[in-house]
């Protein structure tokens, strides 16, 4: 039997008989909007033959067992709630391990709201060097917690962010080994790497010794927002399936599935040698543009300079930017980009004129704990000004998107170190609980 494009087929056909749709989505294929008419008419929900997303057994499982083998791993679960459902998923089959969290500080929020609704308390690592967003972190700082960890008895897990929003890219396989060494498992947040399989040097985590990492899909491959993939080193997509649907919605979209097995059907067929073009044409731009490039993935081009400055000579260019601060500008490239994309790439870049980056106060030393994330999370809270926060416990977190990286947890209590790194990077209020 082919199974090759089972999904795309399946929709194609079911849009092209023109059923009587007596099921949901209430829009039965009809579009108010011209532009979005075949869209509408692929949008359906779980009916008979299209199979089920957290229960998948046909089609949709079919898609994500061909997903595993372009990877490499024992099992892959396409998700379309993006790589925050992925986090949520990994991190429930730890909580019902009874691993302890070890994690770098550097992490998106989405993985903070898991723990908190997980209940999962985290050790964390603080960077080396480098900030919150960015921070290169010591294989020593992660191997001295488990060493603890281990002498008291208790499974570990470690997690990190890798390729962070910057495009800086962790020491995978030296944590991987050393994770195995300790019998705890790696988990690895690759929301920005799902193309690392692909480069001329195979740099994904799945490929370096990860257990566990989550791909969007949609940041870095030709796939619609909210398109990610958890994969496994072990065969249990079932079991993550079920911890997924704890957090998911029970009608995922059948657009972003069918537009993951379009990504992964385009990367079978030729889409890897894109990636590897665009990686060189990205590291022939970075030759010939002399500016001060930072970060380890080509396909983030992050350049070290005032951000907001440069971004508003982006856009006088018609060019928008992933991300600015004062310390850098992110470009996210793609590997549908042309030799006219590239071309035009190179003659705005080169007609900016960048400011210097202003570089961030040194890192604070740890927040004091205060409580628990989950028990000030869910207190009574109020927003106050960030420069009345002193003493005062954080609630939820307050962190903007891009990059959505959060400073003092949960539980943490604000002091006038952090409440000055945090005026920098642009925070002016703050939840805090009453």
């Known amino acids: 039997m082919d199974i090759k494009n089972n999904l795309i087929r399946f929709l194609d056909s079911y849009a092209d008989k023109k059923m009587l749709r007596l099921h949901m989505p209430a829009h039965h294929g009809k579009s108010l909007n011209s532009m979005l008419s075949r869209a509408y008419e692929l949008d359906i929900t779980e009916i008979s033959g299209a199979d089920s997303l957290f229960e998948a057994d046909g089609i949709i499982a079919e898609g994500e067992q061909r997903t595993a083998r372009l990877y490499g791993s024992d099992a892959s679960c396409w998700s379309a709630g993006g790589s925050t459902l992925c986090i949520q998923g990994m991190l429930a089959k730890m909580r019902t391990e009874n691993r302890t969290v070890v994690s770098s500080r550097t992490v998106h929020r989405a993985f903070l709201n898991a723990c908190i609704l997980l209940g999962i308390s985290v050790e964390w690592i603080f960077p080396e060097r480098g900030d919150v967003i960015s921070g290169e972190y010591a294989l020593e700082s992660f191997e001295e917690k488990l060493q603890f960890l281990t002498k008291q008895g208790e499974k570990a897990c470690v997690y990190v962010t890798s390729p962070d929003y910057r495009g800086n890219v962790q020491d995978i396989a030296g944590l991987s080994e050393l994770c195995h060494k300790y019998n705890a498992q790696l988990l690895v947040d690759n929301a920005h790497g799902a193309h690392l399989a692909f480069l001329a040097k195979n740099r994904h985590p799945m490929n370096l010794g990860a257990d566990y990492c989550c791909d969007s899909f949609h940041k870095m491959l030709p796939t619609l927002t909210g398109g990610a993939v958890l994969h496994s080193r072990y065969d249990n997509a079932p079991e993550l399936k079920q911890y997924m649907q704890m957090f998911g919605s029970t009608s995922p979209s059948y657009l972003i599935m069918r537009s993951i097995e379009e990504a992964v059907a385009?990367?079978?067929?030729?889409?890897?040698?894109?990636?590897?073009?665009?990686?060189?044409?990205?590291?022939?731009?970075?030759?010939?543009?002399?500016?001060?490039?930072?970060?380890?993935?080509?396909?983030?081009?992050?350049?070290?300079?005032?951000?907001?400055?440069?971004?508003?000579?982006?856009?006088?260019?018609?060019?928008e930017?992933?991300?600015?601060?004062?310390?850098?500008?992110?470009?996210?490239?793609?590997?549908?980009?042309?030799?006219?994309?590239?071309?035009?790439?190179?003659?705005?870049?080169?007609?900016?004129?960048?400011?210097?980056?202003?570089l961030p106060p040194p890192l604070p030393k740890p927040p004091k704990k205060?409580?628990?994330?989950?028990?000030?999370?869910?207190?009574?809270?109020?927003?106050?000004?960030?420069?009345?926060?002193?003493?005062?416990?954080?609630?939820?977190?307050?962190?903007?998107?891009?990059?959505?990286?959060p400073m003092v947890m949960s539980g943490e209590m604000f002091d006038k170190n952090w409440i000055s790194y945090m005026k920098y990077f642009g925070l002016k209020e703050v939840r805090v609980v009453k």
């Open 321 to 358: 930017p992933e991300y600015a601060d004062k310390t850098c500008c992110v470009m996210l490239l793609s590997p549908l980009m042309d030799e006219n994309d590239f071309s035009r790439l190179e003659s705005v870049l080169t007609a900016c004129e960048p400011l210097p980056a202003e």
């Open 370 to 405: 205060a409580c628990d994330m989950r028990t000030a999370c869910l207190s009574a809270w109020e927003m106050i000004p960030l420069e009345q926060a002193e003493g005062r416990i954080c609630a939820t977190v307050q962190v903007p998107c891009p990059p959505a990286v």
């Open 266 to 319: 385009w990367l079978e067929n030729g889409g890897k040698k894109n990636v590897q073009s665009t990686e060189k044409k990205v590291n022939a731009l970075r030759e010939r543009l002399k500016y001060n490039w930072i970060g380890d993935d080509p396909f983030h081009l992050t350049i070290s300079v005032n951000g907001l400055d440069f971004a508003e000579q982006l856009r006088r260019q018609s060019a």
